[in-house]
Nanobody
C-alpha cells in the first residue's frame, strides 16, 4: 500500500483545514487508518485513527476539534481539523495498520506510512 498525504498549509489560529490521505491498491478497507504528527523538536505522536468499521479514536488534546473519516470507495482517509491552535503545528502523517482488532496508538504497529504534510498554525 502506498499512501499520499495532502492538504497541509499555513493557517491562522481558529481556522480549519482538511487533510487527505489517498491509498493505492484494492485492499484499503482491510486497514485501520491512523494519523500521527511530529512537531519541531518533538517525538511523533498519535493524533487519531479510524478502524476498518469506521470507529474513531482520538488523543485527548484534539477531541472535539478533529474528525477522522474514511471513504473506502475512494481509498481515502480524511482528517478534518477545526479550531486549530499553534500547538497543532506539525508534520502530519497518515499510516495504515493491518492489526487484528482496534487501531493501535503506537507508531511501530503501523505497516505503511505516507510522506507527511506540513500544517503551520500561526498568526
Amino acid at each position: 500500500v502506498q499512501l499520499q498525504a495532502s492538504g497541509g498549509g499555513l493557517v491562522q489560529p481558529g481556522d480549519s483545514l482538511r487533510l487527505s490521505c489517498a491509498a493505492s491498491g484494492r485492499t484499503f478497507n482491510i486497514y485501520h487508518m491512523g494519523w500521527f504528527r511530529q512537531a519541531p523538536g518533538k517525538e511523533r505522536e498519535f493524533v487519531g485513527a479510524v478502524s476498518r468499521s469506521g470507529s474513531t479514536y482520538y488523543r485527548d488534546s484534539v477531541k472535539g476539534r478533529f474528525t477522522i473519516s474514511r471513504d473506502n470507495a475512494k481509498n481515502t482517509v480524511y482528517l478534518q481539523m477545526n479550531s486549530l491552535k499553534p500547538e497543532d503545528t506539525a508534520i502530519y502523517y497518515c499510516a495504515a495498520d493491518r492489526g487484528a482488532t482496534v487501531p493501535d496508538t503506537r507508531e511501530w504497529a503501523y505497516d505503511y506510512w505516507g510522506q507527511g504534510t506540513l500544517v503551520t498554525v500561526s498568526s
